[in-house]
């Protein structure tokens, strides 16, 4: 069975860093590209950023260009996104989800509230 | 970027009835790369149909999807309970890929 766990979120004041891990188990993660979607409080679904499956090609939504990381270790089945430069508008549930477009299966996420 | 935009914003629809949920493209999506998810509350999305028409692992026949271009439908032939929710379509024929704002599906 597909689990997707993600961990990692809190409450950081503007203009800090918190750093997302999903850690996946149930199916080849290697051979997957990963993806980060974001869900602002009582609003719609927004892509964050994805990566291939070796890690060598990484999209990103403009809005966190130059703010965000997207990264994987296959070693550990693990995902991860690192935030840096956060602002209100940051403030989301995040999810951990498997595919590039098509994203078949999704964590639980993990909220990340953004307030001084 | 594609905007896609959803029709309509809320519909009121009653067990056993037919809904028709509505998104068009801003551009032409290429290869019909377009998704639909539902989400019920306080759960994560699910994702229902994946290329405008296949139905993905374990979904109802009685979700279907059609369309191409700029225009996509997703059909549910009959309503249960269950299926009162939002449903979100996507596209990732264009990066950056994108949502549509979604329709809320309620019970009448």
């Known amino acids: 069975e597909v689990h997707l766990v993600e961990s990692g979120g809190g409450l950081v004041q503007p203009g800090g860093s918190l750093r997302l891990s999903c850690v996946a188990s149930g199916f080849s993660f290697s051979s997957n590209w990963m993806s980060w979607v974001r869900q602002a409080p009582g609003r719609g679904l927004e892509w964050v950023a994805n990566i291939k499956e070796d890690g060598s090609e990484k999209y990103y939504v403009d809005s966190v260009k130059g703010r965000f990381t997207v990264s994987r270790d296959n070693a550990k089945n693990s995902l991860y996104l690192q935030m840096n430069g956060l602002r209100a508008d940051d403030a989301a549930m995040y999810y951990c989800?498997?595919?590039?477009?098509?994203?078949?299966?999704w964590g639980q996420g993990t909220l990340v509230t953004v307030s001084s | 970027e594609i905007v896609l935009t959803q029709s309509p914003g809320t519909l009121s629809l009653s067990p056993g009835e037919r809904a028709t949920l509505s998104c068009r493209a801003s551009q032409s999506v290429s290869s019909n790369y377009l998704n639909w998810f539902q989400q019920k509350p306080g759960q994560a999305p699910r994702l229902l149909i994946h290329?405008?028409?296949s139905r993905a692992t374990g979904i109802p026949d009685r979700f279907s999807g059609s369309g191409s271009g700029t225009d996509f439908t997703l059909t549910i032939s009959r309503l249960e309970p269950e299926d009162f929710a939002i449903y979100y379509c996507?596209?990732?024929?264009?990066?950056?890929?994108?949502f549509g704002q979604g329709t809320r599906l309620e019970i009448k």
């Open positions: 996507q596209q990732y024929s264009r990066s950056p890929i994108t």
């Open positions: 989800t498997r595919g590039f477009g098509a994203t078949d299966y």
């Open positions: 290329d405008a028409s």
